[in-house]
């Protein structure tokens, strides 16, 4: 476990600085005292501003849930002008907290821990969510092996209408690089005003 703004964190805040960049990961931080840690994603300004989203949906089918509370408030951030709806791995199963932040979200944002062995279910459900949210989704997945596991990666951007911006399925580690445009999310929310008709 990690303690809040311990090395893990710092790193991110340090990285962000040094390139001028938005920097992010999932780290599993220490709760107050007597509490459990939480699987938080931080994300780091290019100013020294951090933010934090824990994991709301603890991945109760391997134990998570017995090491690590769950979240209890969603996070939306203005990345550079487009707002950044902040998840984490399992909590890509759950549409209607996507559905419930569309409104005020361009992009959603889910670094993830996700198998091999379940690729289709995280390759489906990112462009699920795009599509249904009419907003990107920007998933990115580890790759290499962990306790008898393999992931791929599969990392990917995935634009309003569901289409495969970039795709890193199957290149190993990899930088993946795409516009991610607010007007473009705004355009398609106007010609095909899906979101209102929701009940």
Known sequence: ??????????????????????????????????????????????????????????????????????????????????????????????ADEFWALAPDTDCYLVPANWPAKRRDHWRTLLRARAIENQAYVVGVNRVGEGGGIEYVGDSAIIGPFGEELVDGADVGEAVLVADVDPKHVADVRARFPFLTDRR
């Open 1 to 94: 476990m990690r303690p809040v703004d311990g090395p893990s964190a710092t790193f991110l805040v340090e990285q962000a600085a040094r390139h001028d960049m938005w920097v992010c990961g999932s780290i599993p931080e220490q709760g107050a005292s007597g509490e459990q840690p939480a699987n938080t994603l931080v994300l780091a300004a290019p100013d020294g501003a951090v933010y934090r989203y824990r994991k709301i949906h603890p991945f109760s089918y391997s134990g998570e849930h017995e090491h690590y509370r769950a979240g209890d408030a969603f996070v939306t951030v203005a990345v550079d002008g487009v707002r950044c709806s902040l998840f984490v791995c399992y909590d890509l199963r759950f």
